[in-house]
C-alpha cells in the first residue's frame, strides 16, 4: 500500500505567485472605494454586508444581502448628501449607482475588488460635534445594493 503525503493534496500557488504571496492576509488599511458617476470618496471605513442564503417555501432558495455602509471625513464636497437628497426627494426611479471597492496589498496594486451594482442610499449621517476631542466629522452614507460580485488579482 503506498502512503498518501499531506502535502500533495494541498493547493498549488498560480505559475509566477510563492505559497507565501498568497497566504499573507491583506491589511484593512489599504483600500479604496468609487461611486459610479461621483469625483470623490475617499472613505475612511467600509463595513461590508452579510450576504446569507434563505430558504423560501417550494425549497426554493434565495440571497439576502445586508447594506452597505461607507463613511468618510467630511469635506466641502456634498456628493454623498447630493445623491442620498435626490433619492430621498425623487418620486419616480430612485438614481442607481454602481459601487466599487478596492483591497490593495502591501505594496499599493489591487488585491480585490468588490462590485455592487444598483446601491441606493438609504440613510445619511454625520458624527457628532464635540470641540474637546478635536476629531474629524465623519459623514456615513448607508446603501442597498442589488447584490456584489467578487474580483480577485488574476
Known amino acids: 500500500m503506498k502512503a498518501s503525503s499531506a502535502s500533495s493534496k494541498r493547493p498549488r500557488p498560480k505559475a509566477g505567485a510563492t505559497v507565501a504571496q498568497t497566504a499573507q492576509p491583506f491589511t484593512s488599511v489599504?483600500?479604496?472605494v468609487g461611486i459610479?458617476?461621483?469625483?470623490?470618496?475617499?472613505a475612511v471605513e467600509?463595513?461590508?454586508?452579510?450576504?446569507?442564503?434563505v430558504s423560501l417555501p417550494r425549497k426554493r432558495?434565495?440571497?439576502?444581502?445586508?447594506?452597505?455602509?461607507i463613511r468618510r471625513g467630511l469635506t466641502q464636497s456634498t456628493?454623498?448628501?447630493?445623491?442620498w437628497n435626490q433619492a430621498r426627494r425623487s418620486t419616480r426611479a430612485i438614481p442607481r449607482?454602481?459601487?466599487?471597492v478596492v483591497l490593495q496589498d502591501a505594496s499599493g496594486a489591487e488585491g480585490m475588488r468588490w462590485l455592487f451594482p444598483d446601491s441606493v442610499p438609504l440613510s445619511y449621517s454625520l458624527?457628532?460635534?464635540?470641540a474637546l476631542i478635536g476629531a474629524?466629522?465623519?459623514e456615513s452614507l448607508e446603501l442597498q445594493v442589488g447584490g456584489f460580485e467578487l474580483y480577485k488579482r488574476q
Open 30 to 32: 489599504r483600500f479604496a
Open 36 to 42: 459610479e458617476g461621483l469625483e470623490s470618496t475617499r
Open 46 to 53: 467600509v463595513v461590508f454586508p452579510t450576504a446569507r442564503i
Open 61 to 69: 432558495r434565495a440571497v439576502q444581502i445586508d447594506n452597505l455602509v
Open 79 to 83: 456628493e454623498w448628501y447630493d445623491w
Open 97 to 100: 449607482r454602481q459601487v466599487t
Open 127 to 130: 458624527s457628532p460635534l464635540n
Open 136 to 138: 474629524a466629522v465623519i
